[in-house]
């Protein structure tokens, strides 16, 4: 049964399994169910280890999702783009300048241009924006971002133009992110860098299913919360070689900022236990919430 294709209600069922080709490594495999909920489920591909949605949205329905619906007020841009991720933003702007002192940088998905503009105000750094929400474009444009208006997938970049490009929050996002993933290839400069963050899939779904984990506080069910793909470092790993890159690091990274002050404690000794584990396990044991990955070109 192909993975684009929605079961009967009976048939969704944590525990079960259903065989289906990956829309991430195209491996055909038998693929548990980890999360059932009445019209969706999340299969694991059993080949390369993601958590994948079931059924894809339409290809159409994103579109229109992220250009006209996704972005459309300052005040959104503000509370889930700007300070809410500064804790995962600056780490972030820190790993990429203890790399470069400047250059070209180009931000997939800017929204606002927050983290460009905050983060790399110098002179010395040329800022460009992916960007497919048309108000928040415009946005970005006021800051002075260079900006690509649309989906990364349709965009004209310029061939190996980038010295540094990130892709924040947004590759879970993408219907075949491979198709994505081979776009920033051939935007990178050969020397240049690509840094990843997104979600730890396993901190998600402990989160979705554990009552401690809803009480630290679990986001919206994960089969709608807009995500497609649900990685973790082997995952994403494998997705960046098959497109042609060599991870370089891969760091544990902090949450967004929490309502409450009992959550931050609470994702601030997260963050802590995660980033000892990541060391004592000698980078084999992650914990999440986030984690980043960093990748270059591989040597032709």
Known sequence: MS????????????????????????????????????????????????????????????????????????????????SIKEPIL????????????????????????????????????????????????????????????GALANVQLPTASFDVITALDVLVYFRQPQIELAVMRRALKPRGLLAIVVPLAESQLWRQRTRFGRFAGAARQLTESGHIFFFNPDSLSSALSRAGFEVSEILPIPGVRQRHAYQDFLFASYYGLSRAAWRLSGKRRMLGPNFLILANLKAS
């Not at 997939?108 to 105000?121: N, S």
């Open 3 to 82: 993975a684009n294709v929605a079961l009967p209600r009976a048939g969704y069922a944590a525990g079960d399994s259903a065989i289906v080709r990956c829309p991430l490594c195209s491996q055909e495999s038998r693929a548990p169910v980890v999360l059932a909920a009445t019209l969706k489920r999340l299969l694991s591909c059993q080949a390369c280890r993601v958590t994948f949605l079931d059924p894809l949205p339409a290809a159409e329905e994103l579109a229109t999702r992220f250009s006209d619906r996704y972005i459309t007020t300052a005040e959104r841009i503000e509370r889930s783009f700007e």
């Open 90 to 149: 600056s780490r972030v702007a820190v790993s990429i300048r203890e790399k470069f002192a400047g250059g070209t940088i180009l931000d997939v998905g800017c929204a606002g241009g927050f983290f460009l503009d905050r983060y790399f105000p110098s002179p010395d750094w040329v800022k460009f924006g992916v960007e497919p929400s048309k108000y928040a474009a415009a946005k970005s444009i006021e800051e002075g971002i260079q900006i690509f208006h």
